[in-house]
Every structure is written in structure tokens, then in C-alpha cells.
């Protein structure tokens, strides 16, 4: 069961409050019975347990986002480069296909060009389905 951030939170202040309370018993001279001082001890591993478990998924959460981000940012800064011509996203004089950008954001680009009658044959390799571009050549 994962634990969110706030959760081992409040776990670790819960272990805090087990510390304080066997400190106050140690002040107060209080004679805690090696039973009681298990069940505390037992009690604060627990909530430790739990926090560090709840750090980790928190940093493993943490990390897959930066990585997300990162990803997102390539993604923009490269497609902020994209030209539009033919019905295509060109980038450094290479189609790519405007089905794959504009429906899943997916930089594909095109293969070929083969000749044709009336133009060269763009390729996407994902869904194969030719473009037709004017004759550049």
C-alpha cells in the first residue's frame, strides 16, 4: 500500500511523540517494565519503517516526474523548431508526420522520399501511410 508524503509525515511524528514519551517517563523516574519498553521500541521501529518507506516512494514518485519534465522540455524545445509546409512539420529539411505530432505528440519522421508521379513519397513508419511532396529534385 503506498504511502503519500503527508502520511509519513505523520508517521515520523508520531514516532517523535514515542521518543518524547519514553524521555518524560526517564525524567519523571518512572520505571517502565522491559514489556512497556519493547512495546515502545516495537511501536517506534514501525513508524520508522513506515517513514522510510514513504520517503522512497516519494523520491521514486519525485524522480519519475523530473524525468516526465525533462521529457516534456526536449520534446517542446525540439518541435519549437518544426516549420509547416506541404501538410508536413519539417525540421533541418526532414519531414516529419503531422498525424503522429498532432494526435499523440510523437516527433516521427517520415521515410523516403520515393519518386513519384507528381512528387516524392514520404513514408510514416508508424501508421504507413504515404505524403506527397512537390519534386524537390
Same mark, same amino acid.
Given at each position: ?5 503527508? &502520511?509519513?509525515?505523520?508517521? /515520523? ?6 521518543? %518524547?514519551?519514553? $524521555? ?9 517494565? #522491559?514489556? =512497556?519498553?519493547? @512495546?515502545?521500541? #516495537?511501536?517506534?521501529? @514501525? ?5 522510510? *518507506?514513504?520517503? %522512497? =516512494?516519494?523520491?521514486? =514518485?519525485?524522480? /519519475? ?5 525533462? #521529457?516534456?522540455?526536449? %520534446?517542446? @524545445?525540439?518541435?519549437? &523548431?518544426?516549420?509547416?509546409? =506541404? ?5 533541418? /529539411? ?8 498532432? *494526435? ?10 520515393? @519518386? ?19 519534386? $524537390?529534385?
Amino acid at each position: 500500500m503506498p504511502i503519500d508524503i503527508a &502520511a509519513g509525515l505523520a508517521l /515520523s511524528k508520531n514516532a517523535l511523540d514515542i521518543v %518524547m514519551a519514553v $524521555r518524560k517517563a526517564i525524567r519523571e523516574k518512572k520505571k517502565l517494565t #522491559d514489556d =512497556e519498553m519493547r @512495546d515502545y521500541l #516495537d511501536t517506534l521501529q @514501525d513508524k520508522l519503517v513506515d517513514v522510510k *518507506t514513504a520517503l %522512497m =516512494e516519494a523520491d521514486e =514518485e519525485n524522480r /519519475s516526474l523530473k524525468g516526465q519534465l525533462a #521529457d516534456a522540455k526536449r %520534446m517542446a @524545445d525540439f518541435c519549437a &523548431a518544426f516549420t509547416k509546409g =506541404e501538410g508536413l512539420y519539417w525540421h533541418d /529539411s526532414f519531414p516529419y508526420c503531422p498525424t503522429c505530432w498532432d *494526435t499523440r505528440r510523437g516527433p516521427v519522421r517520415l521515410g523516403g522520399p520515393v @519518386d513519384g508521379d507528381g512528387g516524392e513519397y514520404w513514408l510514416c513508419p508508424v501508421h504507413k501511410v504515404y505524403h506527397v511532396t512537390q519534386q $524537390r529534385y
